[in-house]
């Protein structure tokens, strides 16, 4: 491993020289919408772009999340899984053209995670250019249905029927370069929608109003209290409701996230929710219902793993600063069944969820290279033998 | 009318995406490949073009030779970056300067034939949003796998149908649709078979370019589908279905300018070829109404459909491509 991490800073210019291929896949992926349950079409590019590198095997699990496997040298040695999410935020509708300058591509997406996603199918060419072979069989995965109310259906059963036990995995993001993700507080995400029948407007003069009510809610959920341990915070991340400035509100909801360092705790403060939602339904009248968009159990790697400590030392020796904090990304599904595994960034980038989001190029073949790094750290045998916390 | 030449002339892209077996021709008939991109203030899409033909057709399978970009002098960041693409970026006027220097597509399109070096050439406008390299393997495909085909038409998605049980989207623009297929209807009836006769994307061999004259507008298209033509036959042309191309709309009165523009090159092709008599010359002023104030006030446009004679005729480009000196005397004697 030593020997392979002084070679590494010299990887990145190696990789610089398949600049158009790497952005080429970034944007046939990218310009393809994939919203979350809408993901054939990019699914389908994503499995010929790897056949046309010529991996040795490119199929689709159960599920459909399509996967191309690159052959190890070593048949006894199990598989790295190395993943990112292929559902985007923006609509089948939205016409995606990215712009690409000298330094940056701009376009709806592009960060979350066309790049990610644009990474992975450019690995087959990235390895052969550096002549590299692993052990393990490398996997390369695009997973569907991750987002919001796909809930990471597609990792979780790609994780839960693979055939073999796993000998670690990397999950890619597009950014922030330098994040080294190796645990996940426990979340659950909601919604609570009130709705008030029209007929009952035209009987009763004291019509209650949605919009109050869930302003209630709010109130009451921002009063519950909040332990320091373990770590526990609620988000209300959206609301939205009513359909004219002088009309009373039939019907609204409001978005949140609980998240803990203790699953137990999310399920608790939930349960207080699920009692002020019940009780102001009584109160008001109204129908008043959570629910649950989705979940994750808290999982982490420890500080001294050898993968986060491994990983640590490739972001370095790459001159990257790393920086963790928790992530509900599919790395929380990975740990929750005992793979060892670490969410990484590959560039800089801003305006992450506008339609106008802006990568950087030039970052980019150093997050590759830290990529192929932790692959080789995984294949030099520093998950084998190590449990999770 | 050759109604064959729908049928047997007309292909998809698909058909020729073995890329592999276009380079093996390619390579086995010894030939050099260019694509040259017309540019004017292309700034948010050239570099996309550029990109994914290079990595596709020139790193990944060696199907083209050289990008060239061609560019009427853009104010935007259009050349800078092309250049840190990769591609060979030049100026229009800084090439053949002793000649007049005009303005316009058709312009960028006869000096590119001075500057490349391939045997073919593919020409692709540089606002293609949706750039796949389908764009050029398409057109390249009949050019490569098909010896008596010389020149290759793109279309897009627009149905229209073709045989039996068989639909394929109608027509091209509004230009197409109310100028053009009616007059090729009126003269040209073969040639309404040419699904888009104004598609900015085709590719030909040298030998084909070469020879022909290129209005430096609107014009260059439709006259280089009647020149070849009249030149060469229906046969040596073919056309691609290249499926679906997203690219700027234009308003009517610009629209209303290319047809000014388009009328004016076949009016004069048609007086040429001996077909129709002038009495007079043709005005070079397009007039279009706007209503200011209550009043309607006349706007116009000065479209000159200059034309450069077939780039063979030019005694540097003889030079540099080691054409017989006499060779348009032997030509004109043939």
């Known amino acids: ?389 | 009318m050759n109604n064959n030449w729908l049928e047997k002339n007309t292909f998809h892209y698909s058909d020729f995406k073995d890329l592999g077996r276009l380079v093996a021709e390619k390579t086995r008939k010894n030939l050099k490949i260019s694509l040259c991109l017309p540019t004017l203030n292309e700034e948010k899409t050239i570099a996309k073009e550029i990109i994914i033909l290079k990595s596709e057709l020139m790193t990944r399978y060696a199907l083209l030779d050289e990008i060239v970009v061609v560019d009427s002098g853009s104010t935007d960041r259009t050349t800078e970056i092309a250049r840190a693409y990769g591609a060979d970026v030049y100026n229009a006027a800084e090439i053949l300067p002793h000649l007049e220097q005009f303005k316009g597509k058709g312009e960028n399109l006869w000096k590119a034939l001075y500057i490349t070096q391939g045997d073919i050439i593919v020409y692709l406008d540089a606002d293609i949003k949706n750039i796949h390299h389908r764009f050029a393997y398409g057109l390249l495909g009949p050019l490569l796998m098909y010896d008596e085909i010389k020149f290759v038409k793109a279309f897009y998605d627009r149905p229209i149908s073709i045989g039996k049980n068989k639909m394929r989207p109608t027509g091209g623009g509004r230009v197409t649709e109310l100028v053009i297929r009616p007059l090729f209807s009126l003269f040209f009836p073969e040639l309404t078979q040419l699904i888009q006769p104004l598609s900015g994307e085709y590719a030909g061999y040298r030998e084909v370019f070469e020879r022909i004259p290129f209005p430096i507008g609107y014009g260059v298209e439709t006259s280089m589908n009647m020149d070849i033509y009249t030149k060469w036959g229906l046969d040596v042309i073919a056309q691609v279905d290249l499926d679906r191309r997203i690219h700027r709309n234009q308003d009517t009165k610009a629209l209303g300018r290319m047809a000014f523009a388009i009328l004016k090159t076949f009016i004069n092709r048609k007086v040429r070829l001996g077909l129709i008599d002038l009495r007079d010359e043709l005005f070079d002023e397009m007039i279009q109404y706007n209503l200011v104030n209550n009043q309607y006030q006349p706007e116009l446009f000065k479209i000159e459909e200059h034309e450069r004679p077939p780039i063979i005729e030019i005694p540097e480009y003889r030079e540099k491509f080691k054409i017989e000196p006499d060779f348009i005397q032997k030509l004109q004697e043939a």
């Open chain 1, 1 to 389: 491993m030593d020997n392979f991490l002084q070679q590494l800073p010299g990887f990145v210019d190696e990789i610089k020289t398949l600049k158009e291929v790497i952005i080429t896949n970034i944007v046939l992926i990218g310009q393809t919408p994939a919203p979350t349950f809408k993901e054939k079409r990019r699914s389908k590019i994503f499995m010929e772009r790897l056949a046309e590198f010529q991996v040795d095997e490119v199929t689709t699990d159960g599920y459909r999340n399509p996967i191309g496997i690159i052959r190890g040298t070593d048949a006894s040695k199990p598989p790295i899984m190395v993943l990112a999410h292929l559902d985007t935020f923006y609509e089948k509708d939205l016409a995606v053209n990215y712009v690409i300058k000298e330094d940056t591509i701009t376009g709806a997406g592009i960060l979350d995670n066309s790049l990610g996603v644009g990474v992975v199918t450019s690995l087959p060419a990235i390895f052969k250019k550096l002549d590299i072979r692993f052990e393990s069989d490398i996997i390369l995965a695009g997973t569907i249905q991750s987002i919001g109310k796909g809930n990471l259906r597609g990792v979780r059963h790609l994780l839960k029927t693979w055939p073999t036990p796993i000998r670690g995995g990397i999950c890619i993001e597009g950014i922030e370069l330098g994040r080294l993700n190796y645990y996940s507080d426990g979340m659950i995400r909601g919604e609570i929608w009130c709705s008030i029948s029209e007929e009952r407007s035209m009987l009763d003069e004291y019509t209650p109003n949605a919009i109050i009510i869930l302003n209630e809610v709010i109130n009451q959920i921002m009063s519950l209290k909040m332990p320091q341990r373990p770590r526990s915070r609620i988000v209300v991340g959206k609301i939205s409701g009513g359909a004219n400035h002088g009309k009373i509100a039939h019907e609204g909801y409001i978005g949140f996230e609980i998240r803990s360092d203790s699953y137990r705790m999310v399920k608790k403060i939930f349960g207080d929710i699920k009692d002020i939602v019940e009780g102001l339904s009584h109160e008001y009248e109204v129908d008043l219902n959570l629910r649950t968009i989705s979940n994750l159990r808290a999982s982490r790697l420890k500080y001294t793993h050898p993968l986060v400590k491994n990983s640590a030392v490739v972001l370095e020796t790459l001159g990257i600063k790393p920086f963790s904090k928790s992530t509900e990304s599919a790395l929380s599904i990975f740990l929750s069944n005992k793979i060892p595994a670490v969410t990484l960034g590959i560039t800089h980038g801003v305006d992450h969820y506008k339609e106008k989001a802006t990568m950087e190029i030039e970052p980019m073949f150093k997050g590759i290279a830290q990529v192929i790094g932790v692959i080789k750290a995984i294949d030099s045998g520093v998950c084998d033998e190590q449990q999770l916390a």
